[in-house]
């Protein structure tokens, strides 16, 4: 089946540093990658959708120069999180959707802890 | 607007017995619908999905969910749970009415709990 490798799995870092977590498909192409952030005990919140080649589109409220998306291949995508402070400790998620159609499923990573001191 | 409700929060099962998890979706569009595993600190496995056809659908684990358009649900079912069927499970809508690339809905999520 289709494999997403993101990493790195948990990062702990301190206030002010700028973190970049990769998501990767291994065994296709992956035209269109999104980025999700997790809270404790909740469901997944849409941050962007990274296109191969152009600019992520981001959901409102996420403010684009703090997260940064650069999708310059098929199978990589990465979110950097820039000057990362404590409220920007999270479970970050990526996945990547099959191409061949908006029916084709979303296949995720395992992904990021993010901790901030 | 598009929505995805997941009714129950927490579901308390006993190992063996059988399983059902709501989801009501409200959709402009013919919609695709997904369901999704997660173990803690961990992503998201895809158990089945819908997209057309056959309104029963098989997924992996043992698990099947059956689209009612009707009553725009597609609950998730299992005969007999097993202890490593704990975890959270979400329930997602897309689909082309949903424009902008695939992008998914989410539901709250219910978190599955087994006792012996």
């Known amino acids: 089946g289709a494999v997403v490798s993101q990493h790195p799995s948990r990062v702990i870092c301190k206030s002010g540093t700028s973190v970049k977590i990769e998501c990767r498909s291994l065994d296709f192409q992956a035209t269109t990658m999104f980025w999700y952030r997790q809270f404790p005990k909740q469901s997944l919140m849409l941050m962007a959708t990274?296109?191969?080649?152009?600019?992520?589109?981001?959901e409102q409220g996420v403010e684009k120069d703090k997260f940064l998306i650069n999708h310059a291949s098929l199978t990589l995508s990465t979110l950097t999180v820039t000057s990362a402070h404590p409220e920007d400790s999270s479970f970050y998620i990526c996945s990547a959707r099959e191409p061949a159609g908006l029916s084709q499923p979303q296949h995720f990573g395992d992904g990021t802890r993010l901790s901030i001191l | 607007a598009q929505s995805v409700t997941q009714p129950d929060i927490h579901i308390t099962v006993s190992e063996g017995a059988s399983l059902e998890l709501r989801c009501n979706y409200s959709y402009g569009a013919t919609p695709y619908l997904f369901w999704y595993v997660q173990s803690p600190g961990q992503g998201l496995q895809l158990l089945l999905k819908?997209?057309?056809?056959?309104?029963l659908v098989q997924g992996i684990k043992g698990f099947e969910a059956e689209f009612k358009r009707s009553q725009s649900s597609f609950n998730l079912r299992k005969p007999s749970v097993h202890w490593s069927d704990a975890a959270e499970y979400f329930c997602?809508?897309?689909?082309?009415?949903?424009?902008?690339?695939?992008?998914?809905?989410f539901g709250q999520g219910t978190e599955l709990s087994v006792k012996p």
């Open positions: 990274s296109n191969e080649g152009s600019k992520a589109t981001y």
């Open positions: 997602a809508v897309g689909g082309a009415g949903f424009n902008q690339g695939g992008k998914l809905i």
């Open positions: 819908y997209f057309s056809g056959d309104t």
